[in-house]
């Protein structure tokens, strides 16, 4: 039986599902029906903005100090609720990376439906895996900016924060911008977790 939470031999991939197979069906009920409705819509803005930076700075002390050995070293973690299975055996700038490709997606949404827009793009969860376009540490300097200084703009960028505009999540259903903006929070949070759990397999730490 192959162990989580541990490095693999090289050139040897773990039996994943495929990107963007999404999450298990009682997961996704959850987010639809009781996650969406009752907590992404009822959270105020700055609750979230805070929530957002607390989870930066948790992210930004979990990686300071990693090595290049230790950034690029793809660990196999245990399931997690809200991750695909797909994503389970990243690194750690792996996650650094994919958390840029869908932080940047969910601004530019959240400011679009503000502003009174539509975005004319289907969000596909298999479209937003990292695909190792930068190295480990473009990805850490990339990632210290859009939490230091990308994200701060964002809010005060918003013009119309009640905006009844949606668009559609595949697994949260219709969202609006102050959603959408919740979700850059959560979709932070979740990854942090991952990221400690990919720290557990490092070597020499």
Same mark, same amino acid.
């Given at each position: 039986?192959?162990? &989580?939470? &541990?490095? *693999?031999?090289? %050139? ?14 009682? +997961?996704?009920?959850? *987010?639809? *029906? ?6 992404? /819509? ?10 957002? %930076?607390?989870?930066? =700075? ?8 990693? #090595? ?11 399931? +997690? #609720? ?15 990376? $994919?958390?840029?490709?869908?932080? %940047? /997606?969910?601004?530019? =949404?959240?400011?679009?439906? /503000? ?9 596909? #969860? =298999? ?34 924060? %009640? ?5 559609? $999540? ?8 102050? +959603?959408?903006?919740?979700?850059? &929070?959560? $979709? ?18």
């Amino acid at each position: 039986m192959l162990e &989580t939470k &541990t490095r *693999l031999p090289q %050139n040897k991939e773990p039996k994943l599902a495929a990107p963007g197979a999404g999450i298990p069906w009682y +997961q996704k009920i959850m *987010l639809r *029906l009781v996650i969406s409705p009752f907590v992404a /819509a009822k959270t105020d803005w700055p609750i979230s903005a805070e929530r957002f %930076n607390k989870v930066s =700075a948790k992210i930004l002390k979990e990686i300071e100090g990693l #090595t290049e050995a230790q950034l690029s070293t793809r660990i196999l973690v245990p399931p +997690q #609720t809200g991750l695909e299975d797909s994503s389970r055996y990243w690194s750690v700038a792996m996650v650094l990376e $994919h958390i840029l490709i869908v932080g %940047n /997606a969910v601004a530019v =949404a959240t400011y679009e439906l /503000a502003d009174g827009r539509v975005p004319d793009y289907k969000v596909d #969860t =298999a479209a937003v895996k990292p695909i190792g376009s930068m190295s480990t540490q473009e990805a850490v300097e990339k990632f210290k900016k859009f939490c230091l200084v990308d994200y701060p703009r964002l809010l005060p960028s918003l013009k119309n924060k %009640n905006s009844n505009l949606k668009l559609y $999540h595949p697994w949260f259903g219709m969202f609006k911008a102050q +959603q959408w903006f919740w979700l850059l &929070t959560t $979709h932070h949070a979740l990854h942090l977790k991952q990221i400690r759990e990919i720290k557990k397999g490092l070597p020499l730490l």
